[in-house]
């Protein structure tokens, strides 16, 4: 089994001041992903990883939560210069909007923005109305992937079905647990990420717990070496 770390990112700005928790200043993530090209790390879409058994050594996944517009702005020309893929996780509730389940500050990026997003990017599912799904009935969570799944069909949009799950969370105990994971699949979902902060083992051994790691905007270049290779540490 292979080692591979998921990067997760949020919000990205020119202000390298303000670089703090789930902001990260452009400048910050350029040195990151210049650091992945030149170590030589292969980048994979998730679709990619589906029907595969094995990968690269240095392989990686880098994710991008609820598709702002400072992602497309920043995110997107840094991705290409270093011909590194990423993933991008829409909640398709607020898809020309702000993040309103935060503090709506945000722009999210419009249809017309993701339609023209490049092959560098992969589109995946971060719910409708970016509730915690460890919240929600049975009923609801078929109804949030109903909503998502509408505007992807009347919009002919690209998407694969992998969720990154609002703020990380899924039902964790029984009977929830295992319910919630047969609405997945129930839905054709086929990979589920969460937060974990640990390198994960591939192939996958629980494709409905893929952990990511969450990259914070006030860490330095030697602390994101350090994720890529334990995950998290307690010391941070």
């Not at 500050?105 to 971060?126: A, D, N, V, Y």
């Not at 915690?132 to 909503?147: A, G, P, S, V």
């Not at 929830?176 to 699949?185: D, E, I, N, Q």
């Not at 602390?223 to 540490?233: E, H, I």
Request: charged residues 25%.
């Amino acid at each position: 089994m292979t080692r591979l770390p998921i990067l997760m990112y949020h919000n990205i700005s020119n202000i390298e001041q303000v670089s703090s928790g789930l902001t990260i200043s452009v400048q910050k993530l350029e040195r990151q992903l210049c650091h992945l090209a030149e170590s030589g790390f292969t980048t994979f879409h998730l679709s990619e990883l589906e029907n595969l058994t094995a990968i690269p050594r240095k392989s990686i996944v880098i994710t991008f939560d609820d598709v702002t517009d400072n992602q497309f702005i920043y995110a997107v020309p840094l991705l290409e210069k270093y011909n590194l893929k990423a993933t991008f996780f829409i909640p398709f509730g607020y898809i020309g909007k702000t993040d309103l389940w935060n503090e709506g500050k945000e722009p999210i990026m419009t249809m017309q923005k993701l339609q023209s997003l490049g092959t560098w990017i992969e589109l995946g599912l971060h719910s409708y109305a970016h509730k915690k799904y460890e919240t929600l009935t049975e009923t609801q969570i078929n109804e949030d992937f109903e909503k998502c799944f509408k505007i992807i069909e009347e919009n002919d949009l690209k998407v694969y079905n992998a969720v990154a799950y609002p703020y990380g969370n899924f039902p964790k105990k029984e009977p929830k647990k295992t319910l919630f994971k047969s609405v997945l699949g129930q839905n054709n979902i086929k990979m589920g990420l969460r937060i974990g902060n640990k390198i994960n083992k591939f192939p996958f051994k629980n494709p409905f717990e893929i952990m990511r790691i969450d990259i914070k905007g006030e860490e330095n270049l030697l602390k994101f070496k350090l994720k890529l290779r334990f995950g998290k540490l307690k010391l941070f």
